[in-house]
């Protein structure tokens, strides 16, 4: 089932989520449901507040950006009570979008190589180094488990510059193809 997604100015995108448990209900189906809605959105991360959901949950798909980036093939993982524990120091810069920010790709500096501990969509418990585009997109969804979008990282100046394009998307005037919740 297509979900509609929440679009930037909407409380629960700057919400802490909190962690689920294994009886957490319809959670196999609710999986699928993201999976289909960023499919459809022609996304390749989504994250449960993205659909109006406060838990822990966010699904990758990163295998369209295998021509860009070839060690994204076959990165398609769901990630449950994710929590990252380490970051590197390294840095890289690369331009980012969002579902919830649609019209809007800004470059955005992230760590080259995190460590995340999470559990998988049966619940097994996984401790992973994971680098390069993978890391960084990781790190995109992992944000809105904590409140935060990918314009958070920007400037002040780039902030300002791109104020009137975020207040379009929080009143519903900017361009999408999929259903929308506004704030």
């Known amino acids: 089932m297509l979900l509609?997604?929440?679009?930037?100015?909407?409380?629960?995108?700057?919400?802490?989520?909190?962690?689920?448990?294994?009886?957490?209900?319809?959670?196999?189906?609710?999986?699928?449901?993201?999976?289909?809605?960023?499919?459809?959105?022609?996304?390749?991360?989504?994250?449960?507040?993205?659909?109006?959901?406060?838990?822990?949950?966010?699904?990758?798909?990163?295998?369209?950006?295998?021509?860009?980036?070839?060690?994204?093939?076959?990165?398609?993982?769901?990630?449950?009570?994710?929590?990252?524990?380490?970051?590197?120091?390294?840095?890289?810069?690369t331009s980012e979008g969002c579902l919830s920010l649609p019209g809007i790709s800004e470059e955005v500096r992230r760590s080259t190589s995190i460590r995340i501990k999470y559990l998988d969509e049966n619940f097994e418990e996984h401790d992973e180094v994971i680098s390069g585009y993978c890391a960084i997109v990781v790190q995109h969804e992992y944000d809105h488990l904590d409140g935060k979008v990918f314009v958070d990282h920007l400037g002040a100046l780039k902030k300002r510059l791109l104020k009137g394009k975020l207040n379009a998307i929080s009143s519903g005037k900017a361009p999408v193809r999929y259903r929308v919740v506004l704030p």
């Open 4 to 93: 509609p997604i929440v679009q930037y100015g909407h409380p629960i995108l700057r919400k802490m989520s909190e962690d689920i448990t294994k009886d957490y209900e319809n959670l196999q189906k609710l999986i699928a449901d993201m999976y289909e809605t960023m499919y459809k959105a022609e996304g390749i991360g989504i994250a449960a507040p993205q659909i109006g959901k406060n838990i822990r949950l966010f699904v990758i798909d990163a295998t369209p950006c295998v021509e860009d980036y070839p060690e994204v093939k076959d990165f398609k993982r769901v990630f449950i009570n994710a929590h990252i524990v380490e970051k590197s120091e390294a840095t890289t810069s």
